[in-house]
T-cell receptor
Framework: DVKVTQSSRYLVKRTGEKVFLECVQDMDHENMFWYRQDPGLGLRLIYFSYDVKMKEKGDIPEGYSVSREKKERFSLILESASTNQTSMYLC?????????????????FGAGSRLTVL | AQSVTQLGSHVSVSEGALVLLRCNYSSSVPPYLFWYVQYPNQGLQLLLKYTTGATLVKGINGFEAEFKKSETSFHLTKPSAHMSDAAEYFCAVSKGSQGNLIFGKGTKLSVKP
């Protein structure tokens, strides 16, 4: 079964701490994404990656960075956490568009990581 | 630029009643359109998608959506609501060739007994 695993479901951090959110997928997908979800705002794209060591900024990249050293793993990094980064973070993956049409653009999501910054 | 508008942040229906969740999109190219569902404390799951071909798309759990290009709409319907349908529903449009999606703000569906 297709699976995206986010290592931490709940985290509590202090302002100024460095935070790592890890995401692993076992589907050999090329594309991986990090979204944040806030009530009333829906999902907003932070960063995405379409290949190992490649990254692209999404709509709200400020205050975040990412790392993709291996195809299956995509990490989101908060260099210095702030209270306005308290949110639910969702990782997703998808196959390359060059694959089958039925697979194009279908994102598979992890269960989410709820981060609270105090 | 692509965008998605979901009308109504909360919708409440009685069990057995029709479910209608509205979604309008804006896209400069023929769109790929999606509906995802999120149950409490879970990630998003794909309900259905429109890529090309038949404009009436059937998804899981009895949901369907119709792509109407003239109205730039992709409304989600289910003839008879079940208590287990209570969740948050997100409409999305594809942006770019790498498959990133633009999501609407979501509609929370409540089902009354």
């Amino acid at each position: 079964d297709v699976k995206v695993t986010q290592s931490s479901r709940y985290l509590v951090k202090r302002t100024g701490e460095k935070v790592f959110l890890e995401c692993v997928q076992d589907m050999d997908h090329e594309n991986m994404f990090w979204y944040r979800q806030d009530p009333g705002l829906g999902l907003r794209l932070i960063y995405f990656s379409y290949d190992v060591k490649m990254k692209e900024k999404g709509d709200i990249p400020e205050g975040y960075s990412v790392s993709r050293e291996k195809k299956e793993r995509f990490s989101l990094i908060l260099e210095s956490a702030s209270t306005n980064q308290t949110s639910m973070y969702l990782c997703a993956s998808s196959p390359a568009v060059g694959g089958s049409i039925s697979g194009a653009n279908v994102l598979t999501f992890g269960a989410g990581s709820r981060l609270t910054v105090l | 630029a692509q965008s998605v508008t979901q009308l109504g942040s909360h919708v409440s229906v009685s069990e057995g009643a029709l479910v209608l969740l509205r979604c309008n999109y804006s896209s400069s190219v023929p769109p790929y359109l999606f509906w995802y569902v999120q149950y409490p404390n879970q990630g998003l799951q794909l309900l259905l998608k429109y890529t090309t071909g038949a404009t009436l798309v059937k998804g899981i759990n009895g949901f369907e959506a119709e792509f109407k290009k003239s109205e730039t709409s992709f409304h989600l319907t289910k003839p008879s609501a079940h208590m287990s349908d209570a969740a948050e529903y997100f409409c999305a449009v594809s942006k770019g060739s790498q498959g990133n999606l633009i999501f609407g703000k979501g509609t929370k569906l409540s089902v009354k007994p």
